[in-house]
């Protein structure tokens, strides 16, 4: 399972991801990424010490009413935490966000469905080159 320090709870981080990170989806998931270098953030922000920095990569997650009721969303939020928690090796910067958004159609699906729909996102072109870009800049 994924560990409280390593869950978004912030409302600010949440925004900041949504907004500034890049955006996959799947049949079932819509995954937004972001490496937290290619951002400028608040210096007092406490992510910017070197002690906070280094727990990454960060989960958020967004499981709606219209995913079913609260067993059901509880029980998809398990399984992503799950999911998220075997694909963390995929991440080349730990200092990143990523916050999931379920859709209704992920009520029906098994943990291995949504740990190979979340792999495959983080497996896209797009989520490839933003981690790219941020090594670029932290090799500068």
Do not use: Y
């Given at each position: 399972m994924v560990a409280a320090a390593h869950r978004i709870s912030r409302g600010s981080d949440f925004d900041r991801t949504l907004r500034a990170g890049v955006r996959v989806t799947t049949r079932d998931l819509v995954v937004h990424v972001l490496p937290l270098s290619t951002v400028p953030t608040d210096p007092g922000d406490p992510r910017n010490t070197g002690v906070a920095v280094f727990g990454g990569p960060w989960l958020g997650l967004i499981v709606s009413k219209a995913v079913g009721n609260a067993v059901v969303r509880h029980r998809v939020a398990r399984r992503l935490r799950a999911a998220f928690a075997t694909s963390r090796d995929r991440f080349p910067i730990t200092e990143t966000m990523m916050v999931v958004r379920a859709r209704p159609s992920a009520a029906d699906c098994d943990s291995p469905e949504?740990?190979?729909?979340?792999?495959?996102?983080l497996e896209r072109r797009r989520v490839r080159d933003a981690f790219a870009n941020t090594e670029d800049r932290i090799l500068r």
């Amino acid at each position: 399972m994924v560990a409280a320090a390593h869950r978004i709870s912030r409302g600010s981080d949440f925004d900041r991801t949504l907004r500034a990170g890049v955006r996959v989806t799947t049949r079932d998931l819509v995954v937004h990424v972001l490496p937290l270098s290619t951002v400028p953030t608040d210096p007092g922000d406490p992510r910017n010490t070197g002690v906070a920095v280094f727990g990454g990569p960060w989960l958020g997650l967004i499981v709606s009413k219209a995913v079913g009721n609260a067993v059901v969303r509880h029980r998809v939020a398990r399984r992503l935490r799950a999911a998220f928690a075997t694909s963390r090796d995929r991440f080349p910067i730990t200092e990143t966000m990523m916050v999931v958004r379920a859709r209704p159609s992920a009520a029906d699906c098994d943990s291995p469905e949504l740990a190979s729909q979340l792999v495959e996102a983080l497996e896209r072109r797009r989520v490839r080159d933003a981690f790219a870009n941020t090594e670029d800049r932290i090799l500068r």
